[in-house]
Protein backbone atom coordinates (compact mmCIF):
# COMPACT_ATOMS: atom_id res chain seq x y z
CA UNK A 1 0.00 0.00 0.00
CA UNK A 2 0.98 3.85 -0.23
CA UNK A 3 2.59 4.92 2.64
CA UNK A 4 0.41 8.32 2.76
CA UNK A 5 -2.75 6.52 2.28
CA UNK A 6 -2.81 5.27 5.99
CA UNK A 7 -4.06 8.90 7.41
CA UNK A 8 -7.43 8.43 5.40
CA UNK A 9 -7.89 4.67 6.65
CA UNK A 10 -7.10 6.02 9.95
CA UNK A 11 -9.77 9.35 9.42
CA UNK A 12 -11.89 7.50 7.34
CA UNK A 13 -14.13 4.53 8.63
CA UNK A 14 -15.47 3.48 5.17
CA UNK A 15 -12.44 3.93 3.29
CA UNK A 16 -10.78 1.49 6.49
CA UNK A 17 -13.26 -0.80 5.81
CA UNK A 18 -13.32 -0.90 1.81
CA UNK A 19 -9.71 -1.45 1.82
CA UNK A 20 -9.94 -4.73 4.07
CA UNK A 21 -12.57 -5.53 1.34
CA UNK A 22 -15.75 -5.52 3.30
CA UNK A 23 -18.90 -4.31 1.97
CA UNK A 24 -19.52 -0.68 2.58
CA UNK A 25 -21.88 2.24 2.10
CA UNK A 26 -20.68 5.30 2.03
CA UNK A 27 -22.69 8.27 2.38
CA UNK A 28 -21.58 11.35 0.79
CA UNK A 29 -21.03 14.32 2.95
CA UNK A 30 -20.76 16.88 0.34
CA UNK A 31 -24.21 16.04 -1.52
CA UNK A 32 -25.72 19.72 -0.97
CA UNK A 33 -30.10 20.48 -2.04
CA UNK A 34 -30.20 21.89 -5.39
CA UNK A 35 -26.24 20.96 -5.99
CA UNK A 36 -26.61 20.22 -10.02
CA UNK A 37 -26.88 24.17 -10.43
CA UNK A 38 -23.47 24.41 -8.67
CA UNK A 39 -22.24 21.87 -11.55
CA UNK A 40 -19.74 24.01 -13.97
CA UNK A 41 -17.66 21.49 -16.03
CA UNK A 42 -20.76 20.40 -17.62
CA UNK A 43 -24.28 21.93 -18.55
CA UNK A 44 -28.07 21.07 -19.46
CA UNK A 45 -27.52 22.38 -22.88
CA UNK A 46 -24.85 19.70 -23.68
CA UNK A 47 -27.25 17.38 -22.99
CA UNK A 48 -30.06 18.86 -25.11
CA UNK A 49 -27.20 18.91 -27.73
CA UNK A 50 -26.89 15.53 -27.25
CA UNK A 51 -30.89 14.13 -26.98
CA UNK A 52 -30.72 16.08 -31.13
CA UNK A 53 -27.93 14.83 -32.12
CA UNK A 54 -29.67 11.27 -31.15
CA UNK A 55 -32.67 12.32 -33.00
CA UNK A 56 -31.00 13.49 -36.31
CA UNK A 57 -29.56 10.13 -36.26
CA UNK A 58 -32.00 7.58 -36.20
CA UNK A 59 -33.60 8.03 -39.40
CA UNK A 60 -30.17 6.47 -40.09
CA UNK A 61 -29.77 4.09 -37.00
CA UNK A 62 -33.68 2.41 -38.12
CA UNK A 63 -32.20 2.21 -41.29
CA UNK A 64 -29.39 -0.10 -40.39
CA UNK A 65 -30.35 -1.81 -37.36
CA UNK A 66 -34.00 -3.51 -37.90
CA UNK A 67 -34.29 -4.24 -34.46
CA UNK A 68 -34.74 -0.09 -34.10
CA UNK A 69 -37.20 -0.15 -36.35
CA UNK A 70 -40.36 -0.32 -33.41
CA UNK A 71 -38.69 2.91 -31.80
CA UNK A 72 -38.09 5.00 -35.03
CA UNK A 73 -34.05 4.67 -34.29
CA UNK A 74 -34.06 5.94 -30.97
CA UNK A 75 -32.04 3.51 -28.81
CA UNK A 76 -33.83 3.00 -25.44
CA UNK A 77 -34.80 0.04 -22.59
CA UNK A 78 -37.96 -0.61 -20.92
CA UNK A 79 -39.00 0.05 -16.96
CA UNK A 80 -39.77 -3.01 -15.61
CA UNK A 81 -41.79 -3.24 -12.35
CA UNK A 82 -40.23 -6.31 -10.28
CA UNK A 83 -42.63 -6.87 -7.12
CA UNK A 84 -41.30 -10.59 -7.30
CA UNK A 85 -37.98 -9.37 -7.06
CA UNK A 86 -39.01 -6.91 -4.57
CA UNK A 87 -40.35 -9.81 -2.11
CA UNK A 88 -37.14 -12.22 -2.75
CA UNK A 89 -35.02 -9.23 -1.44
CA UNK A 90 -37.23 -8.18 1.62
CA UNK A 91 -37.90 -12.03 2.60
CA UNK A 92 -34.16 -13.26 1.81
CA UNK A 93 -31.93 -10.82 1.46
CA UNK A 94 -32.55 -8.66 4.18
CA UNK A 95 -33.75 -5.51 2.48
CA UNK A 96 -36.34 -3.40 3.41
CA UNK A 97 -38.28 -2.12 0.71
CA UNK A 98 -41.23 -0.31 1.40
CA UNK A 99 -42.16 1.38 -1.99
CA UNK A 100 -42.10 -0.33 -5.15
CA UNK A 101 -39.73 -1.53 -7.26
CA UNK A 102 -38.70 -1.61 -11.17
CA UNK A 103 -35.42 -2.47 -13.30
CA UNK A 104 -34.36 -0.01 -15.84
CA UNK A 105 -33.62 -2.88 -18.41
CA UNK A 106 -30.41 -1.40 -20.25
CA UNK A 107 -29.74 -5.16 -19.95
CA UNK A 108 -31.26 -5.00 -22.91
CA UNK A 109 -30.40 -2.08 -24.56
CA UNK A 110 -30.80 -2.83 -28.85
CA UNK A 111 -27.74 -2.62 -30.62
CA UNK A 112 -25.14 -3.67 -28.27
CA UNK A 113 -27.21 -5.06 -24.91
CA UNK A 114 -25.60 -2.73 -22.41
CA UNK A 115 -25.51 0.61 -20.73
CA UNK A 116 -22.89 1.53 -23.19
CA UNK A 117 -25.31 1.76 -26.09
CA UNK A 118 -25.72 4.76 -24.64
CA UNK A 119 -22.19 6.62 -24.25
CA UNK A 120 -20.33 4.81 -26.94
CA UNK A 121 -23.02 4.83 -29.33
CA UNK A 122 -23.05 8.65 -28.95
CA UNK A 123 -20.04 9.19 -28.96
CA UNK A 124 -18.80 7.26 -32.22
CA UNK A 125 -22.28 9.17 -34.19
CA UNK A 126 -20.84 12.23 -32.56
CA UNK A 127 -17.63 11.69 -34.62
CA UNK A 128 -18.97 10.72 -37.55
CA UNK A 129 -21.17 13.61 -37.39
CA UNK A 130 -18.23 16.09 -37.05
CA UNK A 131 -16.13 14.36 -39.84
CA UNK A 132 -19.27 14.44 -42.22
CA UNK A 133 -20.30 17.97 -41.69
CA UNK A 134 -16.54 19.43 -41.66
CA UNK A 135 -16.48 17.75 -45.12
CA UNK A 136 -19.16 19.21 -46.37
CA UNK A 137 -20.90 16.14 -46.97
CA UNK A 138 -23.57 16.20 -44.70
CA UNK A 139 -25.76 19.14 -43.46
CA UNK A 140 -27.55 19.15 -40.21
CA UNK A 141 -30.75 19.31 -41.92
CA UNK A 142 -29.77 16.26 -44.29
CA UNK A 143 -32.01 13.09 -43.78
CA UNK A 144 -29.40 11.11 -41.88
CA UNK A 145 -30.01 7.82 -43.34
CA UNK A 146 -27.81 8.90 -46.46
CA UNK A 147 -25.30 8.18 -44.09
CA UNK A 148 -26.28 4.69 -44.75
CA UNK A 149 -24.67 4.50 -48.57
CA UNK A 150 -21.07 3.32 -50.05
CA UNK A 151 -20.05 7.04 -50.18
CA UNK A 152 -20.41 7.45 -46.90
CA UNK A 153 -18.99 4.02 -46.15
CA UNK A 154 -16.30 4.59 -48.01
CA UNK A 155 -15.44 8.25 -46.36
CA UNK A 156 -15.66 6.78 -42.87
CA UNK A 157 -13.25 4.23 -44.24
CA UNK A 158 -10.26 6.41 -44.21
CA UNK A 159 -10.32 6.95 -40.72
CA UNK A 160 -9.86 4.69 -37.41
CA UNK A 161 -11.55 4.75 -34.35
CA UNK A 162 -9.72 3.10 -31.31
CA UNK A 163 -10.62 2.41 -27.76
CA UNK A 164 -9.98 0.21 -24.36
CA UNK A 165 -11.85 -2.03 -23.08
CA UNK A 166 -12.90 -4.35 -20.56
CA UNK A 167 -15.57 -5.69 -23.03
CA UNK A 168 -19.06 -3.26 -23.21
CA UNK A 169 -17.24 -0.39 -24.27
CA UNK A 170 -15.66 -2.39 -26.81
CA UNK A 171 -18.91 -3.84 -27.86
CA UNK A 172 -20.86 -0.67 -28.39
CA UNK A 173 -17.51 1.07 -30.21
CA UNK A 174 -17.07 -1.52 -32.06
CA UNK A 175 -20.19 -2.48 -33.56
CA UNK A 176 -21.51 0.82 -34.19
CA UNK A 177 -18.30 1.96 -35.98
CA UNK A 178 -17.63 -0.72 -38.13
CA UNK A 179 -21.44 -0.24 -39.34
CA UNK A 180 -20.69 3.38 -40.57
CA UNK A 181 -17.72 1.57 -42.28
CA UNK A 182 -14.77 2.96 -40.06
CA UNK A 183 -11.61 0.77 -39.51
CA UNK A 184 -12.12 -0.34 -36.06
CA UNK A 185 -9.51 -1.61 -33.19
CA UNK A 186 -10.12 -2.60 -30.30
CA UNK A 187 -8.08 -2.96 -27.44
CA UNK A 188 -9.17 -5.47 -24.72
CA UNK A 189 -8.16 -5.94 -20.82
CA UNK A 190 -7.58 -9.38 -19.33
CA UNK A 191 -11.17 -9.05 -17.80
CA UNK A 192 -12.69 -8.88 -21.51
CA UNK A 193 -14.61 -12.79 -22.10
CA UNK A 194 -13.96 -14.55 -25.26
CA UNK A 195 -17.41 -14.04 -26.73
CA UNK A 196 -17.15 -10.48 -26.60
CA UNK A 197 -14.04 -10.64 -28.64
CA UNK A 198 -15.18 -13.59 -31.15
CA UNK A 199 -18.36 -11.23 -31.62
CA UNK A 200 -16.43 -8.11 -32.56
CA UNK A 201 -14.20 -9.91 -34.70
CA UNK A 202 -17.11 -10.96 -36.99
CA UNK A 203 -18.23 -7.89 -37.50
CA UNK A 204 -14.92 -7.04 -38.76
CA UNK A 205 -13.57 -5.48 -35.50
CA UNK A 206 -9.71 -5.72 -35.15
CA UNK A 207 -9.18 -6.64 -31.64
CA UNK A 208 -5.76 -6.80 -29.92
CA UNK A 209 -5.66 -8.20 -26.40
CA UNK A 210 -3.57 -7.88 -23.44
CA UNK A 211 -3.02 -9.63 -20.49
CA UNK A 212 -2.86 -6.91 -18.74
CA UNK A 213 -5.67 -4.82 -17.02
CA UNK A 214 -8.06 -2.17 -18.00
CA UNK A 215 -5.61 0.73 -17.61
CA UNK A 216 -3.05 -1.13 -19.29
CA UNK A 217 -5.59 -1.37 -22.53
CA UNK A 218 -6.45 2.17 -23.13
CA UNK A 219 -2.86 3.19 -22.28
CA UNK A 220 -1.66 1.23 -25.30
CA UNK A 221 -4.63 2.01 -26.79
CA UNK A 222 -4.16 6.12 -26.91
CA UNK A 223 -0.68 5.70 -27.65
CA UNK A 224 -1.45 3.98 -30.93
CA UNK A 225 -4.10 6.16 -31.70
CA UNK A 226 -1.96 9.43 -30.97
CA UNK A 227 0.51 7.68 -33.68
CA UNK A 228 -1.78 8.15 -36.34
CA UNK A 229 -3.62 11.60 -37.36
CA UNK A 230 -6.39 9.92 -39.11
CA UNK A 231 -6.88 7.86 -35.71
CA UNK A 232 -10.01 9.17 -32.95
CA UNK A 233 -9.55 7.58 -29.74
CA UNK A 234 -12.32 7.00 -27.49
CA UNK A 235 -11.16 8.33 -24.12
CA UNK A 236 -13.38 6.35 -21.25
CA UNK A 237 -10.87 8.00 -18.61
CA UNK A 238 -11.82 11.51 -19.97
CA UNK A 239 -14.53 11.54 -22.41
CA UNK A 240 -17.09 14.47 -22.01
CA UNK A 241 -19.19 13.00 -25.18
CA UNK A 242 -19.43 9.32 -23.12
CA UNK A 243 -20.95 11.44 -20.50
CA UNK A 244 -22.83 13.48 -21.99
CA UNK A 245 -24.55 9.98 -24.00
CA UNK A 246 -25.34 8.48 -20.77
CA UNK A 247 -27.06 11.71 -19.30
CA UNK A 248 -29.98 11.69 -22.04
CA UNK A 249 -31.11 8.84 -19.83
CA UNK A 250 -32.22 11.33 -17.27
CA UNK A 251 -34.92 12.98 -19.68
CA UNK A 252 -36.00 9.79 -20.97
CA UNK A 253 -36.66 8.13 -17.81
CA UNK A 254 -38.68 10.99 -16.59
CA UNK A 255 -41.11 10.47 -19.47
CA UNK A 256 -41.46 6.85 -19.04
CA UNK A 257 -42.50 7.32 -15.39
CA UNK A 258 -44.94 9.69 -16.31
CA UNK A 259 -46.55 7.13 -19.38
CA UNK A 260 -46.81 4.28 -16.02
CA UNK A 261 -48.33 7.60 -13.41
CA UNK A 262 -45.64 7.63 -11.28
CA UNK A 263 -44.99 10.67 -9.93
CA UNK A 264 -41.67 11.76 -8.55
CA UNK A 265 -41.46 14.76 -6.54
CA UNK A 266 -40.96 16.18 -2.24
CA UNK A 267 -43.34 13.77 -1.46
CA UNK A 268 -42.46 10.75 -4.03
CA UNK A 269 -38.97 10.50 -3.80
CA UNK A 270 -37.25 7.86 -6.17
CA UNK A 271 -34.09 6.26 -5.26
CA UNK A 272 -31.95 4.95 -8.28
CA UNK A 273 -29.17 2.43 -7.99
CA UNK A 274 -26.47 2.01 -10.95
CA UNK A 275 -23.45 -0.43 -10.88
CA UNK A 276 -20.18 2.07 -11.62
CA UNK A 277 -17.15 0.44 -13.23
CA UNK A 278 -14.96 4.17 -14.17
CA UNK A 279 -17.74 6.42 -13.49
CA UNK A 280 -19.36 7.56 -17.13
CA UNK A 281 -22.06 5.61 -17.40
CA UNK A 282 -23.22 5.77 -13.87
CA UNK A 283 -21.88 9.48 -13.60
CA UNK A 284 -23.66 10.44 -16.42
CA UNK A 285 -26.56 9.16 -15.78
CA UNK A 286 -27.10 10.73 -12.65
CA UNK A 287 -26.20 13.98 -14.17
CA UNK A 288 -29.05 13.55 -16.42
CA UNK A 289 -31.32 12.25 -13.46
CA UNK A 290 -30.58 15.48 -11.16
CA UNK A 291 -31.50 17.76 -14.06
CA UNK A 292 -34.73 16.27 -14.90
CA UNK A 293 -35.95 15.38 -11.03
CA UNK A 294 -34.25 17.66 -8.80
CA UNK A 295 -33.68 16.70 -4.91
CA UNK A 296 -36.40 14.39 -5.73
CA UNK A 297 -34.11 11.52 -6.86
CA UNK A 298 -30.97 10.01 -4.90
CA UNK A 299 -28.58 8.28 -6.95
CA UNK A 300 -26.00 5.76 -5.66
CA UNK A 301 -23.57 3.73 -7.41
CA UNK A 302 -22.60 0.23 -6.65
CA UNK A 303 -19.21 -1.54 -7.12
CA UNK A 304 -17.49 -4.75 -6.21
CA UNK A 305 -15.66 -5.15 -3.01
CA UNK A 306 -12.33 -5.86 -5.33
CA UNK A 307 -12.87 -3.04 -7.65
CA UNK A 308 -14.55 -0.09 -5.37
CA UNK A 309 -12.30 3.33 -7.10
CA UNK A 310 -14.73 5.31 -7.64
CA UNK A 311 -15.27 4.74 -3.42
CA UNK A 312 -12.01 5.26 -2.78
CA UNK A 313 -11.58 8.22 -5.24
CA UNK A 314 -14.59 10.07 -3.54
CA UNK A 315 -14.17 9.42 0.00
CA UNK A 316 -10.50 10.41 -0.43
CA UNK A 317 -11.14 13.02 -2.20
CA UNK A 318 -8.56 12.29 -4.18
CA UNK A 319 -9.99 11.06 -7.29
CA UNK A 320 -7.92 9.67 -10.46
CA UNK A 321 -4.83 10.64 -7.92
CA UNK A 322 -5.61 7.00 -6.56
CA UNK A 323 -6.18 3.73 -7.87
CA UNK A 324 -7.16 0.36 -5.54
CA UNK A 325 -4.07 -1.54 -5.90
CA UNK A 326 -2.73 1.69 -4.01
CA UNK A 327 -4.71 0.19 -1.23
CA UNK A 328 -3.04 -3.52 -1.71
CA UNK A 329 -6.72 -3.98 -3.43
CA UNK A 330 -6.44 -6.33 -6.43
CA UNK A 331 -9.43 -5.25 -8.64
CA UNK A 332 -9.77 -8.42 -9.96
CA UNK A 333 -13.63 -9.11 -10.20
CA UNK A 334 -16.12 -11.72 -11.59
CA UNK A 335 -18.01 -8.59 -12.91
CA UNK A 336 -16.22 -7.54 -16.12
CA UNK A 337 -18.13 -4.71 -16.91
CA UNK A 338 -17.02 -3.19 -13.27
CA UNK A 339 -13.43 -4.03 -12.94
CA UNK A 340 -11.65 -0.73 -13.03
CA UNK A 341 -8.82 0.01 -10.46
CA UNK A 342 -8.76 3.95 -11.03
CA UNK A 343 -11.94 6.19 -11.51
CA UNK A 344 -12.47 8.47 -13.98
CA UNK A 345 -10.85 12.27 -14.24
CA UNK A 346 -13.42 14.47 -14.05
CA UNK A 347 -16.79 12.06 -13.22
CA UNK A 348 -16.13 11.72 -9.26
CA UNK A 349 -15.45 15.86 -9.19
CA UNK A 350 -19.05 16.21 -11.10
CA UNK A 351 -20.98 14.41 -9.19
CA UNK A 352 -19.82 15.16 -6.13
CA UNK A 353 -22.75 17.61 -5.11
CA UNK A 354 -25.34 15.28 -6.46
CA UNK A 355 -24.27 12.01 -5.04
CA UNK A 356 -25.93 10.17 -2.70
CA UNK A 357 -23.33 7.34 -1.80
CA UNK A 358 -22.26 4.30 -2.99
CA UNK A 359 -22.49 0.94 -1.93
CA UNK A 360 -19.99 -2.15 -2.39
CA UNK A 361 -20.81 -5.94 -2.81
CA UNK A 362 -18.94 -8.90 -2.88
CA UNK A 363 -18.79 -11.21 -6.32
CA UNK A 364 -20.36 -13.88 -4.71
CA UNK A 365 -23.37 -12.56 -4.19
CA UNK A 366 -23.80 -11.20 -7.76
CA UNK A 367 -24.75 -14.63 -8.96
CA UNK A 368 -26.96 -15.09 -6.09
CA UNK A 369 -29.18 -12.26 -7.07
CA UNK A 370 -28.94 -12.72 -11.11
CA UNK A 371 -30.61 -16.39 -10.25
CA UNK A 372 -32.75 -14.80 -8.26
CA UNK A 373 -34.07 -12.33 -10.82
CA UNK A 374 -34.54 -14.80 -13.49
CA UNK A 375 -36.36 -17.06 -11.06
CA UNK A 376 -38.62 -14.66 -9.95
CA UNK A 377 -38.97 -12.60 -13.04
CA UNK A 378 -37.88 -14.38 -15.63
CA UNK A 379 -35.42 -11.87 -16.72
CA UNK A 380 -31.38 -12.79 -17.03
CA UNK A 381 -28.98 -10.12 -16.79
CA UNK A 382 -25.28 -10.47 -16.50
CA UNK A 383 -23.50 -10.54 -13.05
CA UNK A 384 -22.06 -6.90 -13.06
CA UNK A 385 -25.50 -5.63 -13.70
CA UNK A 386 -26.90 -7.73 -10.30
CA UNK A 387 -24.16 -4.86 -8.13
CA UNK A 388 -27.32 -2.37 -8.68
CA UNK A 389 -28.81 -4.33 -5.71
CA UNK A 390 -25.88 -3.77 -3.17
CA UNK A 391 -27.49 -1.03 -1.77
CA UNK A 392 -31.07 -2.56 -1.05
CA UNK A 393 -29.28 -5.39 0.68
CA UNK A 394 -27.91 -3.17 3.05
CA UNK A 395 -31.13 -1.75 4.91
CA UNK A 396 -29.26 -0.24 8.67
CA UNK A 397 -26.79 2.03 6.13
CA UNK A 398 -29.77 3.04 3.93
CA UNK A 399 -31.78 3.89 6.55
CA UNK A 400 -28.95 6.37 8.01
CA UNK A 401 -29.24 7.91 4.78
CA UNK A 402 -32.95 7.85 4.85
CA UNK A 403 -33.02 9.17 8.23
CA UNK A 404 -30.29 12.03 7.39
CA UNK A 405 -32.45 13.33 4.76
CA UNK A 406 -35.93 13.41 6.23
CA UNK A 407 -37.36 10.87 4.53
CA UNK A 408 -38.84 8.33 6.83
CA UNK A 409 -42.54 8.76 6.08
CA UNK A 410 -42.19 8.61 2.69
CA UNK A 411 -40.94 5.64 1.65
CA UNK A 412 -44.29 4.10 1.25
CA UNK A 413 -44.75 6.33 -1.61
CA UNK A 414 -41.00 5.91 -2.94
CA UNK A 415 -39.78 4.46 -6.27
CA UNK A 416 -36.92 2.35 -6.00
CA UNK A 417 -34.74 1.48 -9.65
CA UNK A 418 -32.21 -0.47 -10.28
CA UNK A 419 -30.32 -0.25 -13.20
CA UNK A 420 -29.48 -3.27 -15.07
CA UNK A 421 -26.88 -2.19 -17.03
CA UNK A 422 -26.16 -5.51 -19.08
CA UNK A 423 -26.97 -9.19 -20.00
CA UNK A 424 -28.98 -9.28 -23.39
CA UNK A 425 -25.95 -10.56 -25.54
CA UNK A 426 -24.32 -12.95 -23.45
CA UNK A 427 -24.41 -16.39 -25.04
CA UNK A 428 -26.15 -18.99 -24.08
CA UNK A 429 -23.15 -21.53 -23.21
CA UNK A 430 -21.94 -18.67 -21.09
CA UNK A 431 -25.34 -17.86 -19.75
CA UNK A 432 -25.52 -21.90 -18.21
CA UNK A 433 -22.14 -21.43 -16.83
CA UNK A 434 -22.60 -18.24 -15.04
CA UNK A 435 -26.01 -19.81 -13.79
CA UNK A 436 -23.77 -22.59 -12.39
CA UNK A 437 -21.64 -20.21 -11.23
CA UNK A 438 -20.86 -20.94 -6.90
CA UNK A 439 -23.61 -24.02 -6.68
CA UNK A 440 -22.73 -26.39 -4.18
CA UNK A 441 -22.05 -29.74 -7.02
C1 LIG B 1 -19.45 -0.27 -18.29
C2 LIG B 1 -20.43 -0.92 -17.45
C3 LIG B 1 -20.85 -0.36 -16.25
C4 LIG B 1 -20.31 0.91 -15.65
O1 LIG B 1 -19.97 1.95 -16.53
P1 LIG B 1 -18.66 2.83 -16.26
O2 LIG B 1 -18.78 3.94 -17.23
O3 LIG B 1 -17.46 1.98 -16.51
O4 LIG B 1 -18.73 3.26 -14.84
C5 LIG B 1 -21.79 -1.07 -15.53
N1 LIG B 1 -22.28 -2.25 -15.95
C6 LIG B 1 -21.90 -2.81 -17.10
C7 LIG B 1 -22.49 -4.11 -17.51
C8 LIG B 1 -20.97 -2.17 -17.89
O5 LIG B 1 -20.59 -2.74 -19.03
Redesign the pocket.
Known amino acids: MREELQTYIDKIPEVAKAARLEETFWINGKKIPHGEKTITRVNPSQIEDASRRLKRFAPYLKTVFPELETTGGIIESELREIPGMKELLNKEWGADIKGRLFLKMDSHLPVSG???AR?GIYEVLKHAEDLALESGKLKETDDYSILASQEFRDFFGQYTVQVGST???GMSIGIMSARLGFHVIVHMSADAKQWKKDLLRSRGVEVIEYADDYCAAVEQGRKNSDQDHMSYFVD?ENSQNLFMGYSVAGERLKKQLEEQNIPVDEEHPLFVYI?????????GVTYGLKQAFGDAVHCFFTEPTHACCMLMGMATGLHDGVSVKDFGIDGRTEAD??A?GRPSAFVGRVVEPVLSGIATIEDAKLYDLMRGLLKEEDIFV?P??CASFGALIRPEDLHAYIRREGLEDKMGQAVHIAWA??GCMVPEETRKEYLRKGLKE
Open positions: SVKGGNLDPCGIGGAPGGLVESATG
